[in-house]
């Protein structure tokens, strides 16, 4: 009988922070890479060294250590040292898809310029798999994946070795880590350890993996320091003549010798959060809604808005952002690792997360400032007027629908009209008169202070406005003119547009869907638990009861043409924290203040929370009411088409027996919409930083978490997860800053339709949601509200025309457009959610030649239509005559 062949993989899981700060972790990574190097340089029988698949380990090295590029280069490039695909360990369920792609793109042409990018899909410890992580491997040449997290032992085949596949047939070649990533962590030859730990581990390892002699020890940890002493310990573990073959080795090699003679046809697809063998913390998606919510707030921010403009600007003749954006870029990615961005951190951990999102908001929101600035002078300067705002449309397709912004008048009344004076319908939803403040003159008998007139800041919604593909248009502002479609507040109880109708009655709010007359009656609540759970799980309290803050109050109705405004009130005593829970001898008043938008020609209901939250230790969820009952599966979106799960987790009944490391609650994440649907009808929520939800079948609600509120980093044997703590075991680490004590607002909308739901037209409906667009307005009043108003700037153009559209894509949907990473060219992401296949095209006066890429960006021919095959995406490059 041949002997199974062990392969030890020294490595470090390099968290870059978590309840130490990014700085502990970078003064901890100088002295170990320092360590590491010098090891290897001095013992040739070691192998090689994972560092934990991240490209940001070698920039934070290098920022120190400027002087060891070489050594380090030398050591990647001789595969001694493996770094990347990624730039992070990014949570790959709390972030934008296009986010893990930047990730990826950053950490495999980063580690490429270092010598090699490492060519596994490494996922070690983040908490549960995207469904589209295979193919994003895939486009980048990646074709292995190791991961530990989230699959059933009933998935597998008898083999840790399977084949992973995404919705749209890409696969990668995968092995799972049974064991986690640290079994080899203290591996020495010492009799004890080898018949007590080593032994029955890859006893264990050798019976999970059926039709393979190969056998993955992971050997390393957090933070660990590498183990000097590995290649005499395997050379004597060998010297033992057992069933075991040992070779020190790594994650490629191990892959190659694995699956070169080996098929292993087993294929597991979809998103996996499998909560067997280790802890998914499902519920970690609502820890720390500060986070969460600022986080796409940017996101959107970058991908959306910044980045597109900045490729109108380039076309126009400015300089693309490329430094700024990388800068950016890489503190988010910060962000984004699992830990980070999960929220299972110390508060000052937590602090640095929020001033890290805060600077990269301030940056995104400073260069859009002088992107528009300096454009909207030019546009000025062509057409001879100076009371202008332009729309800047940063999706590359045609749009028309409404457009919120802010004008800055002399006057009250204003009228805004297009460059051919047609005049433009819109609605004022806010008006104020602000002070001019003063300014110093500079006299000859010294400064001066003069009083500067006031002004009027008005926000408005401009009514069936048209703008074009990646482009902008013009409007003119006329003062002094009559507009009589202001916010009224009036005694109603009702608001309504041309798709639905909200009504208040006996404390109760009843929304009706017009066109199929399907309505739907008390449709919100919101419930309050005790969370006696921690920082990465929630957990209810046994004997705890759920209060529901059941009866409306009706604060106001506001109406003008084109916007109806609803505020109502919710209001109930609960618990002050936990100690109270289940003796409520102190309680808070908690209250939920709720505004309901309907807005002219839009199919959905914008809905706005905000809460003064005083209470601790307790978990708050939208009970929002569907028209489906008894709903079997929900539905959602995740990369790049939707997702099916259940409603009733059937695993719930025997995973305690079975001894699950965590309950497999049916709560699940939602990346921009979720929702449910039958024959007769379907509902769904879209959201902005919201991020789970759980559909309760009984009663037919989805139940979206607005926040959890707890106090601890760790806590031992919750209710879900039963044994030790998670994250360090030998410290409780309190955090009073994740109670989430203070002022929160939420945000989200309601769909609701007759018959199935329509998978293009929710991709829609979220595009339109989180406005594509940007607006600027040619003014000197006001320098206040776009920050770097304030200042001189030089502007590089001289004119340009008061309407222009660069490209536009006509089928498919747009998940990015950026300059390319290298070079001038503009890289377009498209994709296709739905089942069937579709092309794309792309117009263009001045960006004439399409070329297909990969995600690297590394072309793959020159096509004239694009192939969008189901649930698939397509990334092009587009070149102008000159490129």
């Given at each position: 009988?041949?002997k199974?062949?062990?392969?030890v ?14 700085e ?11 360590h ?9 029988e070691?192998h090689?060294y ?5 490209m ?14 070489d050594?380090l ?6 595969k ?5 695909p990624?730039?992070t360990?990014?949570d ?12 990826l793109l950053?950490?495999v042409k ?22 589209y992580?295979?193919s ?9 994946a190791?991961?530990q997290r ?8 008898g ?10 047939g890409?696969?990668?070649k995968?092995n ?27 006893e264990?390892?050798a019976?999970m993996?059926?039709d393979?002699?190969h056998?993955?020890?992971?050997s390393?940890?957090?933070q660990?320091?590498v ?9 004597k ?12 080795s790594?994650?490629?090699q191990?892959m190659e010798?694995?699956?070169r ?8 697809q ?9 802890r ?10 500060d ?5 796409a707030i940017?996101?959107?921010?970058i ?14 003749g400015?300089r ?7 800068e950016m ?7 984004h690792a ?9 508060d ?5 997360i ?17 992107i528009?600035?300096?454009?909207t002078?030019a546009i ?7 009371n ?14 409404t ?7 002399k ?6 009209k297009?460059l051919d ?5 819109f609605?004022?939803t ?5 002070s ?23 926000e408005?919604?401009?009514?069936n ?18 507009h009589v479609?202001?916010v ?8 309504e547009?041309e798709?639905?109708?909200l009504a ?11 066109a199929k ?5 008390d ?5 309050d ?8 799980d ?12 059941a009866?409306?109050e ?22 002050a ?6 003796d409520p001898?102190a309680?808070?008043?908690l209250?939920?203040e ?6 002219r020609?839009?199919?959905?209901v914008?809905v706005?929370?905000?809460v003064?939250n005083?209470?601790?230790?307790h ?5 929002i009411?569907?028209?489906?009952t008894?709903?079997?599966q929900t539905?959602?979106?995740?990369g ?5 799960r259940q409603?009733?987790n059937?695993r ?8 699950y ?9 939602v990346?921009?919409f979720?929702?449910v ?14 991020k789970?939800?759980e559909?309760?079948k ?15 980093l ?6 879900w997860?039963?044994g ?20 929160m607002m ?8 007759g018959g199935?739901?329509e998978t293009?037209?929710?991709f ?9 667009y940007?607006?600027y307005q040619n ?12 200042f001189?700037?030089p502007?590089?153009i001289?004119t340009?025309p008061?309407?222009?559209s660069?490209?536009?894509?006509e089928?498919?949907f747009?998940?990015s457009i950026?300059?390319?990473h290298e ?16 092309h ?10 399409i ?8 072309d793959?021919g020159?096509?004239?239509?694009i ?12 070149k102008?005559?000159?490129?």
């Amino acid at each position: 009988m041949s002997k199974k062949r062990v392969y030890v993989v020294p490595h470090s899981h390099w968290d870059r922070e978590w309840y130490f700060t990014i700085e502990d972790s970078n003064l901890l990574l100088a002295e170990n890479m320092d360590h590491l190097i010098h090891l290897l340089e001095s013992n040739k029988e070691y192998h090689g060294y994972v560092f934990d698949a991240q490209m940001s380990i070698v920039d934070e090295y290098l920022k120190v250590r400027p002087e060891n590029h070489d050594r380090l280069k030398g050591m990647i490039e001789q595969k001694r040292i493996f770094v990347g695909p990624w730039y992070t360990q990014a949570d790959s369920m709390l972030v934008h898809k296009e986010s893990l792609v930047r990730n990826l793109l950053y950490g495999v042409k980063g580690t490429e310029k270092m010598g090699h990018s490492m060519g596994i899909g490494y996922l070690p410890d983040i908490f549960g798999q995207n469904q589209y992580l295979p193919s994003l491997f895939k486009g980048f040449g990646i074709d292995y994946a190791i991961l530990q997290r989230g699959i059933y032992t009933d998935q597998l085949d008898g083999n840790l070795n399977f084949t992973w596949q995404s919705p749209d047939g890409e696969a990668v070649k995968a092995n799972m880590q049974a064991l986690g990533y640290g079994p080899g962590k203290f591996l020495t030859a010492d009799e004890d350890f080898v018949e007590e730990r080593l032994e029955p581990m890859l006893e264990k390892l050798a019976a999970m993996n059926r039709d393979s002699d190969h056998l993955l020890l992971p050997s390393g940890g957090d933070q660990v320091l590498v183990r000097e002493g590995f290649p005499e310990t395997v050379k004597k573990l060998n010297e033992k003549n057992g069933d075991y073959e040992y070779v020190l080795s790594d994650y490629e090699q191990f892959m190659e010798d694995t699956w070169r003679d080996k098929d292993f046809p087993n294929t597991i697809q979809g998103e996996l959060i499998g909560t067997e063998r280790s802890r998914i913390h499902n519920t970690i998606r609502s820890q720390r809604y500060d986070i969460k919510k600022l986080n796409a707030i940017v996101e959107h921010k970058i991908i959306n808005q910044l980045e597109p403009l900045a490729v109108i600007g380039q076309a126009l003749g400015l300089r693309y952002p490329q430094a700024r954006l990388d800068e950016m870029w890489k503190h988010l990615f910060d962000v984004h690792a699992h830990d980070s961005i999960g929220g299972c951190n110390s508060d000052d951990t937590n602090s640095d997360i929020m001033h890290r999102l805060e600077k990269i908001d301030h940056q995104a929101d400073g260069l859009m400032n002088l992107i528009k600035r300096q454009l909207t002078h030019a546009i000025a300067e062509q057409l001879g007027k100076d009371n202008i705002f332009v729309i800047f449309h940063t999706d590359a397709k045609n749009y028309v629908g409404t457009v919120e912004t802010v004008l800055f008048t002399k006057d009250s009344h204003f009228a805004v009209k297009t460059l051919d004076r047609e005049m433009v319908d819109f609605s004022i939803t806010n008006q104020e008169y602000l002070s001019g403040g003063k300014k110093i003159v500079v006299t000859a008998e010294g400064d001066k202070e003069v009083e500067i007139p006031g002004y009027y800041r008005t926000e408005l919604v401009l009514n069936n406005v048209s703008a074009p593909a990646l482009g902008y248009t013009t409007f003119q502002i006329e003062e002094g003119v009559d507009h009589v479609d202001q916010v009224e507040s009036l005694d109603h109880s009702f608001i309504e547009n041309e798709s639905y109708a909200l009504a208040y009655d006996a404390n109760m709010l009843t929304l009706t869907e017009k066109a199929k007359n399907v309505s739907v009656r008390d449709f919100l609540q919101f419930e309050d638990t005790a969370d006696a759970g921690d920082s990465y799980d929630y957990s209810p309290l046994p004997g705890d009861e759920a209060l529901t803050l059941a009866d409306a109050e009706l604060v106001n109705v506001e109406k003008t043409v084109g916007v109806e405004r609803m505020t109502v009130r919710h209001t109930k005593l609960v618990p002050a924290d936990l100690n109270y829970r289940l003796d409520p001898k102190a309680e808070k008043q908690l209250t939920i203040e709720t505004t309901f938008e309907l807005r002219r020609n839009e199919d959905f209901v914008r809905v706005n929370h905000h809460v003064d939250n005083q209470v601790k230790d307790h978990r708050v969820r939208a009970l929002i009411q569907t028209p489906v009952t008894q709903p079997e599966q929900t539905f959602g979106d995740q990369g790049y088409s939707m997702i099916t799960r259940q409603t009733e987790n059937p695993r719930m009944e025997t995973w305690k027996e079975n001894g699950y490391k965590e309950a497999p609650v049916p709560i699940y994440t939602v990346e921009q919409f979720a929702g449910v649907e039958n024959e007769d009808a379907h509902f769904s929520v879209l959201t902005k930083g919201l991020k789970e939800y759980e559909v309760l079948k009984d009663s037919g609600q989805i139940a979206l978490t607005l926040f959890r509120s707890v106090g601890l980093l760790g806590r031992d044997d919750l209710a879900w997860r039963p044994g030790r703590a998670s994250g360090i075991n030998n410290k409780v680490v309190v955090t009073p800053d994740a109670q989430m004590i203070g002022e929160m607002m939420f945000d989200y909308a309601l769909h609701m339709k007759g018959g199935r739901v329509e998978t293009a037209n929710l991709f829609e409906l979220a595009d339109t949601y989180n406005n594509r667009y940007v607006t600027y307005q040619n003014q000197s009043l006001n320098t206040f509200e776009e920050r770097l108003d304030r200042f001189e700037i030089p502007y590089p153009i001289a004119t340009l025309p008061g309407e222009f559209s660069l490209l536009n894509v006509e089928g498919g949907f747009i998940s990015s457009i950026k300059k390319a990473h290298e070079g001038q060219d503009v890289i377009v992401r498209l994709f296709n959610p739905t089942v069937e296949e579709t092309h794309a095209g792309v117009s263009s006066e001045t960006l004439t030649s399409i070329m297909l890429t990969n995600l690297a960006e590394e072309d793959e021919g020159a096509v004239d239509a694009i192939p969008l095959p189901p649930y698939s995406y397509q990334t092009i490059r587009l070149k102008g005559e000159s490129s």
